[in-house]
Protein backbone atom coordinates (compact mmCIF):
# COMPACT_ATOMS: atom_id res chain seq x y z
CA UNK A 1 0.00 0.00 0.00
CA UNK A 2 1.25 3.62 -0.68
CA UNK A 3 1.43 5.55 2.41
CA UNK A 4 2.05 8.66 1.41
CA UNK A 5 1.62 9.66 -2.53
CA UNK A 6 2.81 13.20 -3.22
CA UNK A 7 1.14 14.66 -6.38
CA UNK A 8 2.33 18.00 -8.09
CA UNK A 9 2.72 19.49 -4.77
CA UNK A 10 3.63 23.13 -5.08
CA UNK A 11 3.80 25.76 -2.75
CA UNK A 12 4.31 29.49 -2.21
CA UNK A 13 4.58 31.99 0.54
CA UNK A 14 3.76 35.39 0.90
CA UNK A 15 5.73 37.85 2.05
CA UNK A 16 4.79 40.90 1.90
CA UNK A 17 4.30 41.59 -1.69
CA UNK A 18 6.80 38.66 -2.52
CA UNK A 19 6.26 35.29 -2.88
CA UNK A 20 8.45 33.07 -2.02
CA UNK A 21 8.20 29.47 -3.54
CA UNK A 22 9.18 26.46 -1.27
CA UNK A 23 8.49 23.58 -3.48
CA UNK A 24 7.82 23.77 -7.23
CA UNK A 25 5.88 20.46 -8.40
CA UNK A 26 6.65 18.10 -6.52
CA UNK A 27 5.69 13.65 -6.81
CA UNK A 28 6.81 10.92 -4.80
CA UNK A 29 5.13 7.81 -3.02
CA UNK A 30 5.99 6.34 -0.05
CA UNK A 31 5.05 2.79 0.19
CA UNK A 32 4.30 1.27 3.79
CA UNK A 33 7.41 0.16 6.07
CA UNK A 34 9.62 2.41 4.25
CA UNK A 35 12.60 4.14 6.00
CA UNK A 36 13.05 7.34 3.62
CA UNK A 37 15.38 10.15 4.00
CA UNK A 38 14.78 13.51 2.30
CA UNK A 39 18.05 15.31 1.77
CA UNK A 40 18.38 18.69 0.27
CA UNK A 41 20.65 21.74 1.09
CA UNK A 42 18.97 24.46 3.41
CA UNK A 43 15.93 26.51 2.00
CA UNK A 44 15.66 23.73 -0.39
CA UNK A 45 11.87 22.67 0.79
CA UNK A 46 12.36 19.59 3.45
CA UNK A 47 10.53 21.02 6.26
CA UNK A 48 7.99 22.41 4.12
CA UNK A 49 7.28 19.08 2.64
CA UNK A 50 7.16 17.29 5.91
CA UNK A 51 4.75 19.76 7.04
CA UNK A 52 2.26 19.32 4.24
CA UNK A 53 2.69 15.64 4.75
CA UNK A 54 1.98 16.18 8.10
CA UNK A 55 -1.51 18.05 7.86
CA UNK A 56 0.51 20.87 9.60
CA UNK A 57 0.57 23.39 6.46
CA UNK A 58 -1.21 22.80 2.84
CA UNK A 59 -0.19 23.27 -0.63
CA UNK A 60 -1.43 25.80 -3.10
CA UNK A 61 -1.53 23.55 -5.85
CA UNK A 62 -1.13 20.18 -5.66
CA UNK A 63 -1.90 17.20 -2.98
CA UNK A 64 -0.74 14.18 -0.82
CA UNK A 65 -3.14 11.33 -0.55
CA UNK A 66 -2.26 9.66 2.90
CA UNK A 67 -3.03 5.84 3.84
CA UNK A 68 -4.51 5.70 0.09
CA UNK A 69 -7.36 7.55 1.11
CA UNK A 70 -6.98 11.21 2.96
CA UNK A 71 -6.55 13.83 0.55
CA UNK A 72 -4.22 16.58 2.65
CA UNK A 73 -5.91 19.58 0.63
CA UNK A 74 -9.36 18.58 1.66
CA UNK A 75 -9.06 17.97 5.03
CA UNK A 76 -10.41 20.44 7.53
CA UNK A 77 -8.54 21.35 10.39
CA UNK A 78 -10.94 19.05 13.07
CA UNK A 79 -10.38 16.13 10.87
CA UNK A 80 -6.61 16.62 10.23
CA UNK A 81 -5.81 16.88 14.08
CA UNK A 82 -7.76 13.86 14.52
CA UNK A 83 -5.46 11.98 11.92
CA UNK A 84 -2.10 13.49 13.37
CA UNK A 85 -3.49 12.27 16.87
CA UNK A 86 -4.03 8.78 15.06
CA UNK A 87 -2.10 7.94 12.51
CA UNK A 88 1.00 10.10 12.34
CA UNK A 89 3.64 10.52 15.12
CA UNK A 90 6.38 13.84 14.62
CA UNK A 91 9.71 14.27 15.93
CA UNK A 92 11.01 17.86 15.60
CA UNK A 93 14.49 19.43 15.64
CA UNK A 94 13.94 21.18 18.90
CA UNK A 95 11.60 18.21 20.45
CA UNK A 96 8.20 19.90 21.70
CA UNK A 97 8.71 18.62 25.11
CA UNK A 98 6.36 19.82 27.57
CA UNK A 99 8.79 21.33 30.49
CA UNK A 100 6.77 20.90 33.52
CA UNK A 101 6.19 16.84 33.14
CA UNK A 102 8.55 14.28 33.79
CA UNK A 103 9.89 12.01 31.37
CA UNK A 104 7.11 8.95 31.74
CA UNK A 105 4.48 11.62 31.97
CA UNK A 106 5.68 13.55 28.26
CA UNK A 107 5.38 10.02 26.72
CA UNK A 108 2.37 9.27 28.57
CA UNK A 109 0.79 12.68 26.97
CA UNK A 110 -0.62 11.55 23.26
CA UNK A 111 -1.97 8.19 25.24
CA UNK A 112 -4.09 10.63 27.37
CA UNK A 113 -5.16 13.01 24.56
CA UNK A 114 -6.71 9.56 23.07
CA UNK A 115 -8.76 8.36 25.67
CA UNK A 116 -6.50 5.30 26.32
CA UNK A 117 -6.76 3.23 29.59
CA UNK A 118 -4.41 3.68 32.38
CA UNK A 119 -3.74 0.35 32.03
CA UNK A 120 -2.41 0.17 28.38
CA UNK A 121 -0.87 3.58 28.97
CA UNK A 122 1.02 2.04 31.64
CA UNK A 123 1.57 -0.67 29.47
CA UNK A 124 2.81 1.49 26.42
CA UNK A 125 4.72 3.64 27.93
CA UNK A 126 7.11 1.06 30.08
CA UNK A 127 7.62 -0.70 26.78
CA UNK A 128 8.75 2.52 24.72
CA UNK A 129 10.88 3.82 27.98
CA UNK A 130 13.00 0.55 27.90
CA UNK A 131 13.09 0.88 23.95
CA UNK A 132 14.77 4.07 24.00
CA UNK A 133 16.83 3.35 27.55
CA UNK A 134 15.46 6.04 29.52
CA UNK A 135 14.55 3.74 32.49
CA UNK A 136 16.40 5.49 34.99
CA UNK A 137 15.22 9.01 34.30
CA UNK A 138 11.54 8.34 34.17
CA UNK A 139 11.02 10.86 36.88
CA UNK A 140 13.24 13.10 35.67
CA UNK A 141 12.05 16.56 33.94
CA UNK A 142 13.73 17.26 30.43
CA UNK A 143 15.65 20.17 31.58
CA UNK A 144 17.50 18.13 33.45
CA UNK A 145 18.43 15.62 30.75
CA UNK A 146 21.11 15.59 28.14
CA UNK A 147 19.68 16.58 24.09
CA UNK A 148 20.18 12.94 23.57
CA UNK A 149 18.66 11.97 26.33
CA UNK A 150 15.61 14.81 25.20
CA UNK A 151 15.64 13.43 21.90
CA UNK A 152 14.93 9.99 22.96
CA UNK A 153 12.19 11.35 25.07
CA UNK A 154 10.81 13.24 21.52
CA UNK A 155 10.96 9.67 20.06
CA UNK A 156 9.72 7.95 22.50
CA UNK A 157 5.68 10.15 22.69
CA UNK A 158 6.54 10.06 18.59
CA UNK A 159 5.91 6.31 18.61
CA UNK A 160 3.92 5.34 21.87
CA UNK A 161 0.48 5.71 19.79
CA UNK A 162 1.87 3.01 17.30
CA UNK A 163 1.30 5.54 14.45
CA UNK A 164 1.51 4.31 11.49
CA UNK A 165 3.87 7.07 9.85
CA UNK A 166 6.38 8.52 11.72
CA UNK A 167 7.76 11.92 10.53
CA UNK A 168 10.95 13.32 11.76
CA UNK A 169 12.73 16.63 10.51
CA UNK A 170 16.25 16.64 11.39
CA UNK A 171 16.21 14.21 14.38
CA UNK A 172 19.62 14.69 15.07
CA UNK A 173 20.51 18.29 14.62
CA UNK A 174 21.28 18.65 17.98
CA UNK A 175 22.58 16.00 18.66
CA UNK A 176 26.19 14.49 18.83
CA UNK A 177 27.51 12.08 16.84
CA UNK A 178 27.14 9.54 19.11
CA UNK A 179 23.55 10.03 20.68
CA UNK A 180 22.31 11.13 16.36
CA UNK A 181 23.91 7.46 16.09
CA UNK A 182 21.38 5.66 18.69
CA UNK A 183 18.47 7.63 17.92
CA UNK A 184 18.83 6.42 13.91
CA UNK A 185 19.35 3.02 15.33
CA UNK A 186 16.63 3.00 17.65
CA UNK A 187 14.43 4.59 14.88
CA UNK A 188 15.52 1.69 12.59
CA UNK A 189 14.98 -0.93 15.36
CA UNK A 190 11.07 0.58 15.46
CA UNK A 191 10.51 0.81 12.07
CA UNK A 192 11.38 -2.97 11.73
CA UNK A 193 9.70 -4.59 14.82
CA UNK A 194 6.41 -2.60 14.22
CA UNK A 195 6.39 -1.59 10.39
CA UNK A 196 5.92 2.30 10.64
CA UNK A 197 7.07 4.23 8.07
CA UNK A 198 9.30 6.29 8.33
CA UNK A 199 10.42 9.99 6.67
CA UNK A 200 13.43 11.91 8.20
CA UNK A 201 14.56 14.90 6.80
CA UNK A 202 18.83 15.49 7.66
CA UNK A 203 22.22 17.26 6.59
CA UNK A 204 24.22 14.61 8.38
CA UNK A 205 25.96 12.13 5.75
CA UNK A 206 25.71 9.71 9.16
CA UNK A 207 21.80 9.92 8.90
CA UNK A 208 22.09 9.60 5.00
CA UNK A 209 23.74 6.25 5.64
CA UNK A 210 21.58 4.47 7.76
CA UNK A 211 18.22 5.27 4.92
CA UNK A 212 16.64 2.30 3.28
CA UNK A 213 15.68 5.18 0.60
CA UNK A 214 17.29 8.74 -0.41
CA UNK A 215 14.65 11.21 -1.56
CA UNK A 216 17.15 14.54 -2.69
CA UNK A 217 15.12 17.67 -2.74
CA UNK A 218 17.01 21.23 -4.47
CA UNK A 219 14.84 24.12 -5.23
CA UNK A 220 11.83 22.53 -4.19
CA UNK A 221 11.98 20.19 -6.76
CA UNK A 222 13.06 16.06 -6.66
CA UNK A 223 16.54 15.91 -7.81
CA UNK A 224 16.74 12.18 -7.44
CA UNK A 225 14.51 9.96 -6.10
N1 LIG B 1 6.48 30.47 6.85
C1 LIG B 1 7.24 30.86 5.82
N2 LIG B 1 7.08 32.06 5.23
C2 LIG B 1 7.81 32.43 4.17
N3 LIG B 1 8.75 31.68 3.60
C3 LIG B 1 8.98 30.46 4.13
C4 LIG B 1 8.25 29.98 5.27
N4 LIG B 1 8.68 28.74 5.57
C5 LIG B 1 9.65 28.47 4.68
N5 LIG B 1 9.83 29.47 3.81
C6 LIG B 1 10.76 29.51 2.67
O1 LIG B 1 10.54 28.34 1.89
C7 LIG B 1 11.77 27.77 1.45
C8 LIG B 1 11.86 26.34 1.95
O2 LIG B 1 11.97 26.34 3.36
P1 LIG B 1 12.10 25.01 4.23
O3 LIG B 1 12.02 25.41 5.65
O4 LIG B 1 11.11 24.03 3.74
O5 LIG B 1 13.57 24.52 3.85
P2 LIG B 1 14.45 23.34 4.46
O6 LIG B 1 14.87 22.47 3.32
O7 LIG B 1 13.70 22.69 5.57
O8 LIG B 1 15.72 24.10 5.02
P3 LIG B 1 16.64 23.76 6.31
O9 LIG B 1 17.54 22.65 5.88
O10 LIG B 1 17.39 25.03 6.52
O11 LIG B 1 15.75 23.41 7.45
C9 LIG B 1 12.86 28.69 1.96
O12 LIG B 1 13.19 29.57 0.91
C10 LIG B 1 12.21 29.42 3.10
O13 LIG B 1 12.77 30.70 3.27
MG1 LIG C 1 14.04 22.50 7.61
Known amino acids: METVKVENVKKTYQLGKTFVPALNGVNFNIKNGEFTCIVGPS ?17 TEGTAILFGKHDVSKLNDKEA ?67 GQRQRIAVARALVT ?35 TFIFSTHDQRVIDMAKRIIKIEDGRIKEN
Do not use: W
Not at 43 to 59: A, E, H, R, Y
Not at 81 to 101: A, D, E, Y
Not at 136 to 144: A, G, S
Not at 177 to 195: P, Y
Open 81 to 147: TKLRRGKIGFIFQTFNLIPVLNVYENIEFPLIIQGISKEEREKRVNELIDEVGLREFVKHKPEELSG
Open 162 to 196: KPELVLADEPTANLDSENGANIMRIMRELNEKHNA
Open 43 to 59: GSGKTTLLNIIGCLDTP
